[in-house]
């Protein structure tokens, strides 16, 4: 089983929705949890950055870590076709290396 | 852009061959980190150094080699190439050891033929 899981979609849905993307994951060390987007064959690009349990939000998306349950999650308001990317969620605990997610591949369609 | 600089974008070379990839980190980054990723195997950490000494070491291959020089950028050395190795190679940097962010440059295509 892998540390971090991550459904690898591909997940379509129209322009204008939420879309909504998670992460699960086995370590209960992990305390630091972020969100790339990487765009096909581009360098994975840091979205969000969250310390332990809570929310964060920033313009369209927010962030929601629960340890408890060892779950995460993105979601990203008002979808843009320029959204379509793979978004990869990864985690580490301090000091040590961070473990990706497999990605999941978002469409918004026009 | 993030700051993190990459050469060569793509290169095309033949099993049992050696290639470097050269990596330069963002102003102020200690750290810099090597990411390998495939279709098969998603991002995967290979190595990371902190000021010029090895941090932590991921599923590096004996074949590949990495060393961050004094001006901070680093170098990954991948030898005795096999088919399997083509792949995506990423170099990411960041201000400390761990706890903190890091940013991805846009990456070193390898092709093996």
């Known amino acids: 089983q892998k540390e971090v899981e991550q459904d690898p979609g591909p997940l379509s849905v129209p322009e204008g929705a939420i879309v909504s993307l998670n992460c699960t994951y086995s370590n209960s060390a992990f305390q630091y949890f972020m969100w790339y987007r990487q765009y096909s064959r581009k360098g994975p690009e840091l979205l969000m950055y969250?310390?332990?349990?809570g929310n964060k939000e920033d313009g369209r998306f927010t962030a929601q870590v629960d340890k408890s349950s060892k779950y995460i999650s993105l979601f990203i308001r008002d979808s843009q076709p320029s959204d379509s990317a793979t978004y990869l969620c990864?985690?580490?605990?301090?000091?040590?290396?961070?473990?990706f997610g497999g990605g999941t591949r978002v469409l918004v369609k026009p | 852009d993030s700051g993190v600089t990459q050469t060569p974008k793509h290169l095309i070379t033949a099993t049992g061959q050696r290639v470097t990839l050269r990596c330069s980190p963002r102003s102020g980054d200690l750290s810099v980190y090597w990411y390998q990723q495939s279709l098969d195997q998603g991002l995967q950490f290979l190595i990371q150094y902190y000021n010029g000494e090895e941090r932590a070491k991921g599923n590096i291959l004996e074949r590949f080699s990495a060393q961050q020089f004094p001006d901070l950028h680093s170098e990954l050395n991948l030898s005795s190439l096999e088919l399997g190795d083509s792949a995506l190679y990423f170099c990411?940097?960041?201000?400390?050891?761990?706890?903190?962010?890091?940013?991805f440059g846009e990456g070193s295509w390898l092709t093996v033929v």
């Open positions: 990864a985690m580490k605990a301090a000091g040590n290396k961070l473990t």
């Open positions: 990411a940097s960041s201000v400390g050891q761990g706890g903190d962010t890091i940013y």
């Open positions: 969250t310390y332990s349990s």
